[in-house]
């Protein structure tokens, strides 16, 4: 792992990275801000990864990292598992774009109309953004209607018709080369309030809500007890339709998603990550009668009133199909969801202990197979159970603190463990030892950054 040799945070983390630095040097003369996610930007460079295997990854100066990033989320099983490296292994010898449908491909829908209780038909396409997109195009279709309502925080993709009130202010406001009257179509409400979707929906003009069905960036900010089946309810009296973006808790809080861990059914549905066993792919599903607007009509009068055309070079991929089979066959029994929860939860015990020892006043906090860091908390927490946050004002919960969660990330980077400052995804290939080595590694950084003045 790394070793710092000169005082000073930075520098400790320059030095260590020398050929991650040279990389990121080439990259400024091509790229926007040197990268191509904006997650991925850290000052003064990031580090530059050549392989992965399991929980670990290796970045270009040899050294070895345990991985929290787990690709975006889209990695429940870690880095290369030989399942589904195998049967990417075997479709790349056939072929990796026909041009045409395929059995995969149907296979893969199969095992989504299983185990997704919405599904009852479904498209695929190629990100989750291009998801996100389709589903509010398929609602104003189906619906007549144009306006869209979403929360504040909740991130849906950065395509222009969702991608507002993100960050604080939290305003439907337009961004920088984003189109005002689009943007004017989109009410963003304040989280967990369901007197303000009422309110919303009043009106009678509302095509859909979307929202992230555990809350926003996989709950930073737990729904309160009952908001999903109010929501249900008020959006099925409003004639309005109900999207649950699930790119990220699909497949992984549940075999059928966060619908099914809840109990809550919407109308549509948007996924990504784990659906294409970490390759590029999304898909839609949702109810027969929204997902006809896909269909090509009777007559070509009727088909350009009603049709959304549909395209996407990569939709379905044939690699992305193999890859995504034997994932989700090998989620179905739940197995593999429950023993990442159990190691999130043990990282999160032992976190927290690490910070009441410590007096530091942050708390590691989450539900499923994740934990986040809450930089703001008014006091250590008194051990390794004391994680809720059910008090805290969303605005407090979803706030960034650049300042200390770039330092924690350079100094767990610096004892061999990266994550992206404040949250993290954790995979089945968490084992006890990687859990026993990230607490020592995390216990050092905090040590660290006390001696440092930050935390």
Known sequence: MPKSTTSGLEDSYTEALPASRALFERARKIFPDGVTHDSRRMRPFPIYVERAEGALKWDADGNRYIDYWMGHGA???????????????????????????????????????????????????????????????????????????????????WHEGVEIGVRAPYTAEAEAGQLAEVVDAVEVCPLNDLGAVRSALAGGDIAALIMEPTGPHFGTVPLTPGFLEGLREETRKAGTLLIFDEVVTGFRVAPGGAQAHSGVTPDLATFAKILAGGLPGGAVAGREDVMRHLETKATLEETHRTKIPHHGTFNANPLSAAAGCAMLESIADGEAIRAA????????RGMNEILASEKISWKVYGDHSDWKIFYNAASPPSGGEDQSVADVPWKRLNARHPEKSRALRQAVILHGIDFNGDRALVSTAHTPDIIAETLAGFASAVGMLKKEGVA
């Open 75 to 157: 990695l429940l099983f870690g880095h290369n598992p030989p399942h589904v490296r195998d049967a990417v292994r075997d479709q790349i010898m056939r072929g990796t774009h026909y041009g045409a449908s395929h059995a995969a491909e149907v296979e893969w829908g199969e095992w989504i109309c299983r185990l997704v209780p919405c599904a009852e038909r479904l498209r695929f396409t190629g990100t989750g953004t291009e998801a996100t997109h389709m589903a509010l195009r398929l609602a104003r279709a189906f619906t007549g209607r144009v306006r869209v309502v979403k929360f504040a925080g909740h991130f849906h993709g």
């Open 341 to 348: 929860n159990d190691a999130a939860a043990a990282l999160r």
